[in-house]
């Protein structure tokens, strides 16, 4: 028995639900086997045995929780014929944080200077004391802009950026640090870093700062708990002080300057600014922190005073230096993704500076990584090294949104590996407290379509339920009243129009979903069901008289291979065309969420208006015998994936667009739109070899060619570099972009062959389609019940596989040439005979200098 687990929480301290859902695992080596009941004991109280076969977000069985409260909570269970249950799980402890506005005695408080242009970071101080006794102490804190925590000198948490980008007009995070071990009877004192961050910060490609505010402030509420049951508290008020530190500026775009020479003086009283208009709430997900470090794979020193590191790796995050020197010495970092002709290119990332200085106190070597900002680079530059660069000294740091790594994919191909861990890679550089486009140019922002169509990738690979649940509730902040989803989320002004655009808006009505089937948790469409129902009215009301949509902008199929560098939105691809099949397919999706809350009246007004859309789209965009207005790959793709068409036009869209690729001699002729079905479309009308073919094609456009070119991430644009090694001339040219490797799903749920059949995993889906030449592939998956896992592998004519089915879950197994069986839970084998057809030869992987 696994402990039990509080909602999606990994560490739950300072959570914001009063009566958390409990979760927990059963590891048995019986085969078949399902629980019949549970009982929960919460500290001396029990719940007695409850008849139940569910073990995924049960109900809190007891009283709600108050602020502050601390429960330990463990778990035991029946099985089928068990007379006795099992042992008790171990313990876990779950404490809420602050649940109540009114329970926040601190204020927010910042420094006093106002002169103008002034950005630099400030340290705010109080000293306290501390009696006798102390039996645990918290502080609950955030900020309007990015801080970090220090008792007496050592970190509060680990916790990166916090506390992170929320739609801060409407919800502010708050987080809780254990601090007991920080303090010691007598004086201590606390301090507080408080940098501009998203707050105030220039962000967005128009540069503009304070977005949100004009001023910094911090808010922290420490809490001492005594063992003779009394509580003291310090809080941020009037009574603590001002200076500035070593940190001269500091910026998320544009990188930190810190001076290790300057110490905090001249302190003054702090202004005592304005509440927050926002709801402070606990996360619901994990928060950013330092993941990993790289060692840089070669330094090479390319004039006198500059070294060219690189990591190997294109990542987020920042550099950390261990360094001696004299005082003043001045050490520059700048990054970058690429090279070109064996320097930095910073095209690229357009305005942002990515610039970190360094400045040495002269005392001894001393270790320093920026606080406030982060990268996406592969390859360093550092100036003003003293003497030669030690390799050793220097180390990359990962950061990123510190989620639980839940699935994982492995074959034969070399080049196809090297694309799903791109592709993880990618997942990695943008997950940074909000699911961002990029994580290197003046723009990671959470555009809504990237996220879209890499959501179920996403919940393959890591454990995102929560964190999430937690943004899709700020892009229902954002929405307006007229169905108006933002481009991206949080939304701050900028010079690109907002407007009723299909597949970014319709992250209302899929993702919701998506992590409903992944994790088995209904939550997600019940919080965001007013907005999904807005955002398919919104679009309703765009329909004209024909039934579809005919006007107004559209990005349509983004970045289609075949548009302009400088026109992305060029798509061969009728952007009307793509908007009324978005348009009809998420009036489905809508159905189906209203029906998973009971709201079956509106599944009936919304699937009534999926039919009058589907009606309209074949009227409009397809000719009786199946052929789509737009000829292009997007179009049948959507067409055949939407259920837009006939059962007779069929079979003629998916042999024309198997067509299209044939004579595209492979190459992938889709953007955004097209670009997460197409292998899908041609799958399900019985072209598998041509679905392979194109997958491993190594032309460009494609998804190998960045591999063969040395992408260790997803390019935005499949051509980001040209086959001569130069650099897409667009203004968009990021290196680690997501959105493209939404092809991992197939990877998963194809050529592995791992899907859920029932919401969380509950029934599996086992269907292998091997093909393309590979010998071998698997796929695991973490599981709301355990992990799932499928191999398989070729052997001449037999192909052979083994399934893991976790504990309280069955599988239904479909082999190729095989009538369907239904499996328990355990360890199963099976051998098949198997021909492919159109095996072609396994490419080896590049030499790895091409890396």
């Not at 007379?83 to 171990?90: G, H």
């Not at 910026?251 to 290790?260: L, P, Q, R, T």
């Not at 196809?416 to 997942?427: A, C, P, T």
Request: overall charge negative.
């Amino acid at each position: 028995m696994s402990a039990p687990r509080f909602e999606h929480h990994t560490r739950p301290l300072g959570i914001g639900e009063r009566t958390p859902r409990l979760s927990w695992q059963v590891t048995t080596e019986r085969p078949g086997w399902r629980q019949t009941a549970y009982e929960i004991g919460i500290g001396a109280w029990t719940s007695g045995p409850v008849t139940s076969a569910d073990s995924v977000l049960v109900p809190w069985p007891g009283p709600a929780l108050t602020s502050r409260e601390r429960a330990e909570v463990r778990v035991r269970v029946w099985g089928e014929g068990d007379a006795e249950p099992s042992a008790w799980s171990e313990p876990a402890t779950v404490e809420t944080g602050l649940l109540d506005a009114g329970e926040w005695t601190a204020a927010f408080v910042g420094a006093t200077d106002d002169t103008p242009g002034d950005r630099r970071p400030v340290l705010l101080r109080r000293d306290f004391t501390v009696r006798d006794g102390l039996l645990r102490a918290r502080v609950y804190a955030t900020a309007h802009g990015l801080y970090e925590l220090e008792l007496n000198g050592a970190r509060a948490g680990d916790d990166a950026l916090a506390p992170g980008w929320t739609s801060y007009h409407h919800r502010l995070h708050y987080q809780t640090y254990d601090v007991t071990g920080l303090l010691r009877p007598g004086p201590n004192t606390i301090t507080g870093w408080l940098a501009d961050g998203w707050w105030r910060g220039e962000y967005g490609w128009n540069r503009i700062g304070e977005r949100y505010g004009a001023d910094t402030g911090l808010l922290a509420q420490l809490e001492l708990h005594y063992g003779d049951g009394t509580t003291e508290r310090v809080v941020t008020d009037g009574s603590w002080t001002w200076a500035h530190g070593p940190i001269l500026r500091s910026s998320i775009y544009d990188g930190e300057h810190h001076d290790a020479r300057v110490t905090p003086a001249g302190r003054q009283p702090v202004r005592v600014l304005p509440p927050a208009t926002a709801e402070l709430i606990a996360p619901a997900g994990p928060p950013v922190r330092r993941i990993e470090t790289l060692a840089p794979v070669t330094v090479t020193r390319v004039d006198d005073d500059t070294h060219l590191l690189d990591f190997g790796q294109n990542l987020a995050g920042r550099l950390r230096l261990t360094v001696d020197g004299p005082a003043g010495t001045r050490i520059g970092l700048r990054h970058a993704e690429v090279l070109e002709n064996g320097r930095l290119c910073t095209r690229p990332i357009r305005t942002a500076a990515a610039n970190d200085v360094y400045i040495l106190d002269g005392t001894g070597t001393s270790t320093w990584e920026p606080r406030f900002t982060y990268h996406g680079f592969r390859y360093a530059e550092i100036t003003g090294w003293p003497g030669d660069l030690d390799p050793a000294r220097v180390a990359a740091v990962v950061c990123h949104d510190d989620l639980t790594p839940a699935g994982g994919f492995t074959c034969s191909d070399p080049l196809l590996q090297r694309l799903h861990d791109n592709v993880r890679w990618s997942m990695r550089g943008n997950f940074v407290s909000v699911p961002t486009d990029c994580p290197q140019r003046d723009e990671r922002l959470g555009w809504t379509g990237d996220l879209q169509v890499f959501a179920p990738t996403a919940a393959f690979l890591y454990d995102v339920t929560g964190g999430l649940t937690d943004w899709l509730a700020d892009v229902a902040a954002e929405t307006g009243d007229d169905g108006l989803v933002p481009l991206y989320v949080p939304h701050i002004p900028t010079t690109f129009p907002q407007f009723h655009c299909a597949v970014w808006g319709d992250v209302t009505t899929v993702v919701p979903l998506v992590l409903h089937d992944r994790s088995g948790d209904t939550r997600p469409v019940t919080g965001g069901y007013e907005t999904a129902r807005a955002w398919v009215e919104g679009c309703r009301r765009l329909l004209d008289d024909r039934d579809v949509i005919s006007h107004g902008l559209q990005l349509g199929d983004w970045l289609d291979p075949a548009a302009p560098p400088d026109r992305p939105q060029q798509a061969r691809t009728d952007p009307y065309l793509v908007a009324t099949a978005y348009l009809a397919h998420s009036a489905r999706l809508l159905a189906r969420q209203a029906t998973l809350i009971g709201k079956t009246d509106d599944a009936t007004v919304h699937t009534e208006l999926a039919h009058r859309v589907t009606a309209g789209f074949r009227r409009e965009f397809v000719t009786a015998s199946g052929r789509c207005a737009s000829d292009t790959q997007t179009a049948y793709a959507l067409a055949l994936c939407f259920d837009l068409l006939l059962p007779g036009q069929r079979a003629h869209a998916g042999e024309r667009l198997a067509q299209l690729v044939r004579e595209a001699e492979f190459r992938i002729g889709t953007g955004f739109a097209g670009t997460p079905l197409i292998l899908d479309a041609l799958t399900a009308t019985g072209h598998l070899e041509e679905a392979y073919r194109l997958l491993l094609s190594t032309d460009c456009p494609s998804w190998l060619y960045p591999v063969t070119m040395g992408a260790t991430t997803i390019w935005e644009r499949w051509d980001s570099m040209l086959p001569d090694g130069t650099i897409n001339p667009g203004d968009m040219t990021s290196f680690n972009h997501y959105a493209l490797g939404a092809v991992a799903d197939w990877l998963h749920r194809t050529v592995a062959g791992l899907a859920p059949a029932a919401a969380g995993y509950r029934s599996l889906r086992i269907a292998p389609q091997p093909g393309g030449g590979l010998t071998r592939a698997s796929a695991w998956h973490l599981t709301p019940y355990g992990k799932a896992s499928v191999t398989w592998r070729r052997e001449g004519a037999t192909l052979h596989v083994e399934v893991t089915v976790p504990p309280g879950c069955d599988a239904d197994v479909a082999l190729p040439g095989q009538t369907s069986v239904t499996v328990g839970s355990g360890e199963h084998t099976f051998a098949v005979p198997f021909r492919p057809a159109g095996d072609d030869p396994i490419r080896p992987l590049p030499p790895r200098e091409h890396f």
